[in-house]
């Protein structure tokens, strides 16, 4: 009977695995990799380039640096992110301009340059909004 309750233990525990693997997984079998978390602190490692992570929970919004010790997940909403990305998308712009057939950009640095145009803009409404009327006295 020992034997029996070791045997049922051991199938339970392998179940439990298996349970895990499984909801880890998406619809192409293989493990998902994406930021759960971000950080706030600013990246003093030289930054080799970055990709946007759109909120997919577990996943969530993030711009990934690519950075010599790997991957960091930075909250996209902090000026110094914004202003990381202007010069990595200054310096490919760069990079495209001395080369002769220009590279195609990709749907990530796409969407990032409509959300900083974005961030931008509200940016600036914000700025005019809390912008005192003048009032003149005839």
């Known amino acids: 009977m020992q034997l029996n309750q ?19 997984t998406n619809g ?6 994406c930021c759960t978390s971000v950080s706030t602190k600013e ?6 380039g970055f990709k946007y992570q759109k909120r ?4 969530v ?9 790997g991957e960091q997940c930075i909250h996209w909403n902090q000026s110094w992110v914004r202003e990381k990305i202007q010069e990595l ?11 002769s057939t220009p590279l195609k950009m990709n749907s990530t640095l796409s969407t990032l340059l ?4 974005t961030i931008s803009t509200a940016l ?15």
């Open 28 to 33: 192409q079998n293989r493990f998902v990799q």
């Open 43 to 48: 990246i003093t490692l030289p930054i080799t």
């Open 61 to 69: 919004k993030a711009v990934i640096f690519f950075t010599k010790e």
């Open 89 to 99: 998308i200054i310096s490919m712009e760069k990079m495209n301009s001395t080369v």
């Open 6 to 24: 070791k045997m049922m233990m051991r199938l339970a525990a392998i179940a439990v695995i298996m349970s895990v693997m499984i909801m880890k």
């Open 114 to 117: 409509r959300i900083n145009s």
């Open 56 to 59: 997919n929970p577990p996943c």
């Open 124 to 138: 600036q409404m914000n700025s005019t909004l809390s912008t005192p009327l003048s009032t003149s006295s005839s």
